[in-house]
């Protein structure tokens, strides 16, 4: 158990509709990240918050967005939902938003009918 | 573009053996390195990391190693146990520019009896 958890495990939506993901990383860590695994794929890095702000960002579509809040929990949201954004989407967490090792979440399924 | 690649997506060793696993870049800016492994249904958990600084770190059964001329580091499990069997993911970063890792596709190790 990493102490990052996620929310739910799994979601079932349609084509055009709009989910959120939940995230709360390891008590005392201040950065979040939010990765993307798709089928056969490796995991890509869509954003991280640090305390509270946008710190960086990577290859995530406009149709997403994502936000911490003060209790440093995440939420990551998908709209405009497409087949294609089926995937697993992990949450990660660190202390001070370096590289040394992040935790991971269990993640999220998401499955786009 | 893959700037992190694992070649072999799978590998099979027997108990006992020594198992390596491969990764490739291709960004030399790249000054820190990772690697996690997976099992089904949870989120990645770090395993040993590297520093540019480094070519050698070893933890228990786990060494990596870290070639930065050929831009390769191979990661080092002797002697592999069934338990070893996972999705092995290879990670890096730049950290002079943001926080996120790049991860490589992952290569699959079954460890047999």
């Known amino acids: 158990d990493s102490g990052v958890t996620q929310t739910p495990k799994h979601l079932i939506t349609a084509t055009g509709q709009r989910v959120t993901l939940r995230c709360s990383p390891r008590?005392?860590?201040?950065?979040v990240y939010w990765y993307q695994q798709s089928l056969d794929q490796g995991l890509q890095f869509l954003i991280q918050?640090?305390?509270?702000?946008?710190?960086a960002k990577g290859n995530i579509l406009e149709r997403f967005s994502a936000q911490q809040f003060p209790d440093l929990h995440s939420e990551l949201n998908l709209s405009s939902l497409e087949l294609g954004d089926s995937a697993l989407y992990f949450c990660?967490?660190?202390?001070?938003?370096?590289?040394?090792?992040?935790?991971f979440g269990p993640g999220t399924r998401l499955t786009v009918l | 573009d893959q700037q992190v690649k694992q070649n072999s997506p799978s590998l099979s060793v027997q108990e006992g053996r020594i198992s390596i696993l491969n990764c490739d870049y291709t960004?030399?800016?790249?000054?820190?390195f990772l690697w996690y492994k997976k099992y089904p249904a949870e989120g990645p958990t770090f395993l040993i990391s590297?520093?540019?600084?480094?070519d050698k770190n070893e933890d228990g059964r786990f060494t990596v190693f870290l070639n930065k001329s050929a831009k390769h580091l191979s990661l080092h499990i002797v002697p592999s146990q069934p338990g070893d069997s996972a999705v092995y993911f290879c990670?890096?970063?730049?950290?002079?520019?943001?926080?996120?890792?790049?991860f490589g596709t992952g290569t699959r190790l079954q460890v047999f009896p």
């Open positions: 990660a967490s660190s202390v001070e938003g370096t590289t040394n090792e992040q935790f």
């Open positions: 008590s005392g860590d201040l950065s």
């Open positions: 918050y640090y305390n509270g702000e946008e710190r």
């Open positions: 960004n030399s800016m790249f000054d820190y």
């Open positions: 590297i520093s540019s600084i480094k």
């Open positions: 990670a890096a970063s730049a950290e002079i520019n943001t926080d996120k890792l790049i």
